[in-house]
């Protein structure tokens, strides 16, 4: 057991990073379920922000996926690849209600996904470990991701709000 | 998972294993920590009413603390059978707790919508093994 948020090896942030390329990949394969799981009177209702919300967000979760990737190429290993997750996914998923569960389930996702940011953030930052890519570059990757996340968080709560 | 979780996951494994009140030397060797670190954290844990503490007996959980050690093993079972079915890690107990302080209960919860847990997570860990008696577990370290 290891007390103490800090990362102390390549090894162990290889595997945050790869948790975050998962992460990333659920977003993106949850947001297309939940756009295919609407029944289709529900999907002609699902207004415009919400279908934007939810393109957006696949769009960027591709985006933070590919930043990330880059930086475990260098550390040289290797993702799990999005069509595995999303088999996965697609296993287990079970449909939210109606928009609003759609919409509760995206704040859930960048929610979940800021915080992961920011407690990685944290222990790298805790630590003095020496990793093999630039440290300069792993955090300043980071710091983008964890404020687009914060963004996101923002944005669905706008659009829960203009609902409400 | 927080220092406090975490200790609070050790002692509910080490009464699991001793059937009985954890004994500090117990603890110590769990947390690889000092008998000194894990006397002071039991006595903040015993201020906070989530354990009680015997003289020359050990640590027994209140039932508000073992409510917080089942959520904190059934996060760190996630952990594992991500690491061992997704990520098809070898070493994933070794690397689980390495992880498992970094790794908040809301990123476990996400990871955990995708791995195929059973019901009765966590009573189905096996405190000596450490890891889950229902993963089943290959000649490579690998869940099967």
């Known amino acids: ?164 | 998972m927080n220092t406090a979780d975490q200790y609070l996951k050790a002692i509910y494994l080490a009464q699991r294993i001793e059937e009985g009140p954890a004994s500090t030397g117990t603890l110590a060797d769990l947390l690889d920590v000092s008998p000194a670190s894990v006397n002071e954290m039991i006595g903040k844990l015993e201020e906070r009413g989530l354990v009680d503490h015997e003289k020359y007996k050990g640590a027994s959980l209140t039932d508000e603390g073992i409510e917080r050690a089942h959520n904190a093993l059934q996060t760190y079972c996630i952990i594992e059978r991500f690491l061992a079915n997704v990520l098809e890690v070898e070493e994933f107990r070794d690397e689980a707790r390495a992880l498992e302080s970094v790794i908040d209960d809301t990123v476990a919860e996400r990871l955990d919508t995708i791995i195929n847990r059973p019901s009765d997570c966590p009573d189905c860990f096996d405190p000596e093994l450490d890891y889950c008696e229902r993963l089943e577990v290959g000649p490579d370290g690998c869940a099967d």
């Open chain 1, 1 to 164: 057991m290891s007390l103490g948020q800090r990362v102390s090896s390549d090894n162990q942030l290889t595997r945050l990073l790869q948790i975050g390329v998962v992460l990333e990949e659920l977003v993106e394969s949850r947001a297309a379920h939940h756009l295919d799981s609407l029944p289709p009177d529900e999907r002609a209702a699902v207004d415009e922000a919400v279908r934007e919300l939810l393109v957006c967000a696949a769009e960027e979760s591709a985006v933070h996926r590919e930043r990330l990737e880059a930086l475990i190429d260098d550390l040289e290993a290797e993702t799990v690849p999005y069509e595995e997750i999303n088999m996965l996914v697609d296993a287990q998923y079970g449909p939210p209600e109606d928009t609003d569960g759609v919409l509760y389930d995206q704040l859930a996702n960048e929610e979940t996904a800021y915080k992961f940011y920011d407690d990685l953030i944290d222990a790298i930052e805790a630590s003095d470990a020496e990793f093999a890519i630039d440290r300069d570059r792993l955090l300043e990757t980071l710091y983008g991701i964890r404020e687009e996340e914060r963004e996101g968080v923002e944005e669905v709560t706008e659009i829960m709000e203009q609902r409400a």
